[in-house]
């Protein structure tokens, strides 16, 4: 079985295992793109409370955002954890979005000129540029994390120090270029991390991680 075999193999063992996930949890784009500069180095459940404070002080809006010292909107954050940095981040991010007209206007751009232009943000590296473009744009663009490093490493799929891009551009390859789909994979191995291993017959983790 080939690589592009075994990543369509993976992805039906996850499905079958787990089901639709229906994630990103957000309830616009802006929240996506929030959520995505958030998450860096954190748990989700960090994220959330962060999101849950920009949203009833309501600040979770692009004008907002730029327009609040950045001090003050490292108190809202704080709960994501290196809140002084993030709080740069997202400055930085919220500029570049309204020097370019928003999300309206960068919908238009076609995925290889918005991605170029995202990690040219300080503070944006090709997994939340992609985290981005997938999940706030909708693009074809597969998100590499460390859950699908491991993923891989622990099927035998990659040694898990290969470069982001090798990763991406191997599952793109492999995989028709439907944001959906992408969408759910990965979704699909966020889930799975979080299970945890029942090391029984009907272990859904177990199932997953046997060798393909």
Known sequence: MNHCDKLIA??????????????????????VIVGAVLTQNT?????????????A???????????????????LIRSSGFFNVKAMRLKNLCG????????????????????????SINGVGPETADDILLYAFDRPVFVIDSYT?????KLGMAGGQEDYEILRQ??????????????????????HAKEKCAHDDQCRHCAVEAPI
């Open 43 to 55: 748990s989700w459940k960090n994220v959330e409370r962060a999101i849950t404070s920009l949203k």
């Open 10 to 31: 993976l992805y039906e063992r996850l499905y079958n295992a787990y089901g639709p996930q229906h994630w990103w949890p957000a309830e616009s784009p802006f929240e």
């Open 149 to 153: 490093r491991r993923l891989l490493k």
């Open 57 to 75: 002080t309501g600040n979770l809006d692009l004008a907002r955002i730029a327009a609040l010292p950045q001090d003050d909107l490292a108190g």
């Open 170 to 191: 191997m599952f793109e390859a492999c995989l028709p270029p439907d944001h959906r789909l992408y969408n759910e994979y990965h979704a699909l191995i966020v889930r």
């Open 96 to 119: 570049w979005l309204q020097s370019r007209g928003g999300l309206d206007a960068l919908s238009e751009w076609d995925t290889d000129r918005l991605r170029q232009s995202l990690l």
